[in-house]
């Protein structure tokens, strides 16, 4: 049989994680071994047995075979969390493209360098007859600092450690000293750091209504048969998804299984995170990037040792090393924050699905607009559909309204708020109601189009939106292909051709200067600042101390204030004409989340959106809350062009400072993958230009591979690895791929 080495990593909660042992596999364990697994080696000059774990299986080595030692046993006898988040991590570099090392980084909580924290107990060793002729002794001999100590663990037989030192002014010489007396012991526990502070489970009294129970019902019941079922529920914007997740949590909780709950973003956990606490207690936490170092960790380690239930947070949580993990809950499924854009370039979705695999745990994904690639799957049967047609507490869908901007342009209101807007927002000022302000300014990347008859300029070979670059020209990030920006409106000869130039920062003065009266405040990158940017504004906007919020896409996600009864959405066109082939998908759902922020209390909402495209199939969609009819629009274009889901991409994004090195190496690229794509019969397009071509002084450029079967396309790749990892030219470029 042909020689086998293990890779083989040996303390993987260390910061040197990209230190790899290699390890010949004896005949006998070669068809047993798998990553992820644990074995037994002989380690260091001394040969002492130790445990590693295997990261990856080869055929050949790199160092001299005569001295490579063998693995001694492969463990079998349990494997736990930490042994099957590497098993995902191999998967992770199969799947996406990277090296073991940087899946590894990914899902592996390393140990940074930070103090861990410990909680120091005094237990008094004597009884109380004992106690009060010592105390008699310290006295007599005016050991006044013992005495007081003794004193009071007469009155109370067990103190903290900094109670005794701060309160009592007792040094540790004195403690030290009784300790050696043996009149009292000294204990310490370590005490992990809690982001969410202590919380307790309060009064809990909801209850679910039928649509809800029936979908907790319908999954439960499945819990034994299916440990690895998945499961999309569709339910319009406050239908009350989060209590299906409760009960189903609760569920895994009684089964003695832990939790993973996935939110989008940061400004999510806020809200997220007290519902849930009110329901579980302490054994709820929250994981994000503004945690310091030893906040996270700390977080992992509760999770590994069972102290804890459940954790919330964006992608990071999914790593979450729980050691009997029961179900992955992934909120607002539709949301781009879950697709990773650092290497590996995963998507959380994906992952989740194949943790669940692995692990036996249930995946279950809510939204009120699914992606198209969630709903395709519930379509060919991947997930189970679940779906929620009435709002919660019978609170009615908002009334919508579409305004079109080349209207009040023709009637001279070049104001950024229509005059219906106007009109609404004072009667909310006078009733005392919230009005939320939403800027869509996502993936804003200076398109233009005509303000007479609302035409978008386009590639005639991408069927996507031209961008604007500084030198003139109009360019397609998909193709390359350019031409010169217009001086007049190819469809009505207008001259009136613009790009949409506006920010948070000037709509408010806009409004502040329209409404003198109204307290405003503004949600973006800029007022968010700072570890608890997010939670403040949300807190101060729900305590009533503002009647306007306005903001960018983080404003529309989740967020529930039951006296907001108008959002007004001021350039619904903004995602619309972006280069990207999701570009309606993008729109219908940033649109759909926003008029689903009015009217969640008591009161009807009411919307308004704003647009120079009344017309599009995504808008008018969005407007009816009308998902299937949007839907089944998307993915007819999608089948004809062959985008996912109904066919397949993968985007080969490149990198290097030297943009001659760059385009030379991009070249040679597209000549390797059009040879050898021969065979596979795939679409090349490309190379092209990012659609941000320079970043911090660093070029970019991205090649796009198409082909209805995904693994060709990842066969394809890995094709590419090979090609790049030898050839020379490629030294100074970085390679990432990015699947669908």
Request: charged content about 25%.
């Given at each position: 049989?042909?020689?086998?080495?293990?890779?083989?990593?040996?303390?993987?909660?260390?910061?040197?994680?990209?230190?790899?042992?290699?390890?010949?596999?004896?005949?006998?364990?070669?068809?047993?071994?798998?990553?992820?697994?644990?074995?037994?080696?002989?380690?260091?000059?001394?040969?002492?047995?130790?445990?590693?774990?295997?990261?990856?299986?080869?055929?050949?080595?790199?160092?001299?075979?005569?001295?490579?030692?063998?693995?001694?046993?492969?463990?079998?006898?349990?494997?736990?969390?930490?042994?099957?988040?590497?098993?995902?991590?191999?998967?992770?570099?199969?799947?996406?493209?990277?090296?073991?090392?940087?899946?590894?980084?990914?899902?592996?909580?390393?140990?940074?360098?930070?103090?861990?924290?410990?909680?120091?107990?005094?237990?008094?060793?004597?009884?109380?007859?004992?106690?009060?002729?010592?105390?008699?002794?310290?006295?007599?001999?005016?050991?006044?600092?013992?005495?007081?100590?003794?004193?009071?663990?007469?009155?109370?037989?067990?103190?903290?450690?900094?109670?005794?030192?701060?309160?009592?002014?007792?040094?540790?010489?004195?403690?030290?000293?009784?300790?050696?007396?043996?009149?009292?012991?000294?204990?310490?526990?370590?005490?992990?750091?809690?982001?969410?502070?202590?919380?307790?489970?309060?009064?809990?009294?909801?209850?679910?209504?039928?649509?809800?129970?029936?979908?907790?019902?319908?999954?439960?019941?499945?819990?034994?048969?299916?440990?690895?079922?998945?499961?999309?529920?569709?339910?319009?914007?406050?239908?009350?998804?989060?209590?299906?997740?409760?009960?189903?949590?609760?569920?895994?909780?009684?089964?003695?299984?832990?939790?993973?709950?996935?939110?989008?973003?940061?400004?999510?956990?806020?809200?997220?995170?007290?519902?849930?606490?009110?329901?579980?207690g302490d054994r709820v936490s929250v994981?994000?990037?503004?945690?310091?170092?030893?906040?996270?960790?700390?977080?992992?380690?509760?999770?590994?040792?069972?102290?804890?239930?459940?954790?919330?947070?964006?992608?990071?949580?999914?790593?979450?090393?729980?050691?009997?993990?029961?179900?992955?809950?992934?909120?607002?499924?539709?949301?781009?924050?879950?697709?990773?854009?650092?290497?590996?370039?995963?998507?959380?979705?994906?992952?989740?699905?194949?943790?669940?695999?692995?692990?036996?745990?249930?995946?279950?994904?809510?939204?009120?607009?699914?992606?198209?690639?969630?709903?395709?799957?519930?379509?060919?049967?991947?997930?189970?559909?679940?779906?929620?047609?009435?709002?919660?507490?019978?609170?009615?869908?908002?009334?919508?309204?579409?305004?079109?901007?080349?209207?009040?342009?023709?009637?001279?209101?070049?104001?950024?708020?229509?005059?219906?807007?106007?009109?609404?927002?004072?009667?909310?000022?006078?009733?005392?109601?919230?009005?939320?302000?939403?800027?869509?300014?996502?993936?804003?990347?200076?398109?233009?189009?005509?303000?007479?008859?609302?035409?978008?300029?386009?590639?005639?070979?991408?069927?996507?939106?031209?961008?604007?670059?500084?030198?003139?020209?109009?360019?397609?990030?998909?193709?390359?292909?350019?031409?010169?920006?217009?001086?007049?409106?190819?469809?009505?000869?207008?001259?009136?051709?613009?790009?949409?130039?506006?920010?948070?920062?000037?709509?408010?003065?806009?409004?502040?200067?329209?409404?003198?009266?109204?307290?405003?405040?503004?949600?973006?990158?800029?007022?968010?600042?700072?570890?608890?940017?997010?939670?403040?504004?949300?807190?101060?906007?729900?305590?009533?101390?503002?009647?306007?919020?306005?903001?960018?896409?983080?404003?529309?996600?989740?967020?529930?204030?039951?006296?907001?009864?108008?959002?007004?959405?001021?350039?619904?066109?903004?995602?619309?004409?972006?280069?990207?082939?999701?570009?309606?998908?993008?729109?219908?759902?940033?649109?759909?989340?926003?008029?689903?922020r009015a009217g969640r209390g008591t009161?009807?909402?009411?919307?308004?959106?704003?647009?120079?495209?009344?017309?599009?199939?995504?808008?008018?969609?969005?407007?009816?809350?009308?998902?299937?009819?949007?839907?089944?629009?998307?993915?007819?274009?999608?089948?004809?062009?062959?985008?996912?889901?109904?066919?397949?991409?993968?985007?080969?994004?490149?990198?290097?400072?030297?943009?001659?090195?760059?385009?030379?190496?991009?070249?040679?690229?597209?000549?390797?993958?059009?040879?050898?794509?021969e065979r596979y019969r795939l679409s090349?397009?490309?190379?092209?230009?990012?659609?941000?071509?320079?970043?911090?002084?660093?070029?970019?450029?991205?090649?796009?591979?198409?082909?209805?079967?995904?693994?060709?396309?990842?066969?394809?790749?890995?094709?590419?690895?090979?090609?790049?990892?030898?050839?020379?030219?490629?030294?100074?470029?970085?390679?990432?791929?990015?699947?669908?």
């Open positions: 049989m042909q020689e086998c080495y293990a890779d083989v990593i040996v303390d993987i909660s260390s910061e040197k994680l990209d230190r790899v042992f290699q390890y010949r596999v004896p005949e006998e364990q070669q068809e047993l071994l798998e990553p992820g697994m644990m074995v037994e080696i002989p380690f260091g000059r001394g040969n002492r047995i130790i445990t590693g774990i295997v990261t990856g299986i080869t055929g050949h080595t790199d160092y001299d075979p005569a001295k490579i030692k063998s693995i001694l046993r492969v463990k079998t006898d349990g494997i736990g969390s930490e042994s099957r988040l590497i098993g995902l991590a191999a998967w992770i570099r199969d799947r996406y493209g990277s090296t073991m090392i940087q899946a590894l980084k990914t899902v592996i909580p390393v140990k940074k360098t930070v103090k861990s924290r410990s909680q120091k107990t005094l237990h008094l060793k004597l009884d109380q007859e004992e106690g009060q002729k010592r105390l008699e002794l310290f006295r007599k001999k005016h050991q006044t600092a013992r005495a007081r100590l003794l004193e009071a663990l007469l009155e109370e037989p067990v103190l903290p450690y900094g109670l005794v030192t701060e309160k009592l002014n007792i040094t540790g010489t004195v403690i030290r000293a009784l300790e050696a007396q043996e009149v009292l012991y000294c204990t310490e526990e370590q005490v992990y750091r809690n982001p969410i502070g202590s919380q307790s489970a309060g009064a809990y009294t909801i209850t679910l209504n039928e649509e809800q129970q029936a979908i907790a019902d319908g999954i439960i019941e499945e819990w034994q048969e299916q440990p690895n079922g998945r499961y999309l529920i569709h339910g319009v914007t406050g239908s009350g998804k989060t209590e299906v997740y409760m009960e189903l949590i609760a569920h895994a909780v009684s089964c003695g299984q832990q939790a993973i709950v996935l939110i989008p973003e940061i400004a999510l956990t806020y809200q997220t995170v007290l519902r849930f606490c009110k329901r579980f994981m994000n990037s503004r945690l310091s170092a030893g906040e996270r960790y700390d977080q992992f380690e509760r999770a590994k040792q069972g102290k804890l239930d459940v954790m919330i947070g964006p992608r990071s949580a999914l790593f979450t090393p729980f050691p009997n993990l029961g179900i992955i809950i992934i909120d607002e499924e539709h949301e781009p924050a879950y697709q990773s854009e650092t290497m590996p370039r995963y998507h959380a979705r994906e992952v989740a699905a194949q943790r669940g695999k692995m692990e036996g745990a249930k995946l279950v994904l809510g939204s009120a607009t699914p992606s198209l690639e969630a709903y395709y799957g519930a379509k060919n049967g991947y997930y189970r559909l679940f779906t929620m047609e009435k709002r919660a507490k019978d609170a009615v869908l908002p009334e919508v309204s579409i305004v079109d901007l080349r209207e009040e342009l023709r009637e001279g209101n070049r104001s950024i708020l229509s005059r219906r807007l106007q009109k609404l927002m004072a009667e909310r000022l006078e009733t005392g109601q919230q009005t939320m302000l939403f800027l869509n300014r996502r993936g804003y990347a200076g398109f233009i189009s005509c303000r007479s008859c609302g035409h978008v300029m386009k590639c005639p070979h991408c069927d996507v939106s031209l961008s604007l670059h500084n030198n003139g020209k109009l360019v397609c990030h998909y193709c390359g292909y350019e031409e010169d920006k217009p001086k007049i409106c190819p469809g009505c000869g207008s001259g009136f051709i613009r790009s949409f130039k506006a920010g948070t920062q000037q709509v408010e003065e806009s409004v502040q200067k329209e409404f003198p009266m109204a307290r405003i405040l503004r949600m973006d990158l800029d007022t968010t600042k700072g570890k608890e940017g997010h939670a403040r504004i949300l807190a101060a906007f729900a305590n009533h101390d503002a009647d306007i919020l306005i903001g960018t896409q983080m404003i529309v996600k989740g967020h529930d204030f039951p006296d907001v009864t108008l959002v007004g959405v001021l350039a619904a066109d903004l995602s619309l004409h972006i280069a990207d082939y999701r570009a309606a998908e993008r729109t219908f759902q940033l649109l759909t989340q926003a008029a689903g009161l009807r909402g009411e919307v308004v959106i704003q647009t120079y495209d009344p017309l599009h199939y995504s808008i008018q969609a969005a407007a009816a809350q009308d998902y299937t009819g949007f839907y089944e629009q998307e993915i007819l274009y999608r089948s004809l062009a062959g985008y996912p889901p109904a066919g397949n991409l993968v985007a080969v994004h490149c990198s290097c400072e030297d943009e001659q090195q760059l385009q030379m190496a991009c070249d040679y690229l597209k000549k390797f993958i059009v040879q050898i794509s090349v397009l490309g190379p092209a230009d990012e659609m941000i071509a320079k970043i911090q002084d660093v070029h970019r450029m991205v090649i796009y591979l198409k082909h209805e079967n995904l693994k060709v396309l990842i066969a394809v790749k890995n094709k590419i690895e090979q090609y790049t990892r030898i050839n020379r030219g490629f030294q100074t470029v970085t390679i990432q791929f990015e699947v669908n």
